[in-house]
Nanobody, 133 residues
Framework: QVQLGESGGGSVQAGGSLRLSCAAS????????MAWFRQGSGKEREAVAN???????RYADSVKGRFTISRDNAKNTLYLQMNTLRPEDTAMYYC???????????????????????????WGQGTQVTVSS
């Protein structure tokens, strides 16, 4: 039921930065997780980062230290700040919602948003990010 729309993609040189935005409507607190996924040409869709309503977040190892996920609950907007971009970051980036937290023994025992693509039920159309060498 959540409607998502991504923006902010484009073409940049390696080492550059982009900020993606995802405008959401119809967000449900019963399914608090939102996430960014990406899919490169000929590759499987993979998780990039996720965040819950309170701001707990996770990152894929490939983007830790370079990307920052955040959300503005008042504006119903999800962001992905991408710095030090690499050619391998080239992909279609998707905003996703509709997942619930899963309990993990990690972090001392915590509810976290999943990286499993199948946990997310609502998807945006994607925005293309192209990083040239």
């Amino acid at each position: 039921q959540v409607q998502l729309g991504e923006s902010g993609g484009g073409s940049v040189q390696a080492g550059g930065s982009l900020r993606l935005s995802c405008a959401a409507s119809g967000y449900s607190f019963s399914r608090p997780c939102m996430a960014w996924f990406r899919q490169g040409s000929g590759k499987e869709r993979e998780a990039v980062a996720n965040i819950d309503t309170l701001g707990t977040l996770r990152y894929a190892d490939s983007v830790k230290g370079r990307f920052t996920i955040s959300r503005d609950n008042a504006k119903n907007t999800l962001y992905l700040q991408m710095n030090t971009l690499r050619p391998e970051d080239t992909a279609m980036y998707y905003c996703a919602a509709g997942a619930v937290q899963r309990f993990t023994g990690a972090y001392g025992g915590t509810w976290v948003c999943p990286f499993d693509i199948n946990d997310y039920t609502d998807w945006g159309q994607g925005t293309q990010v192209t990083v040239s060498s």
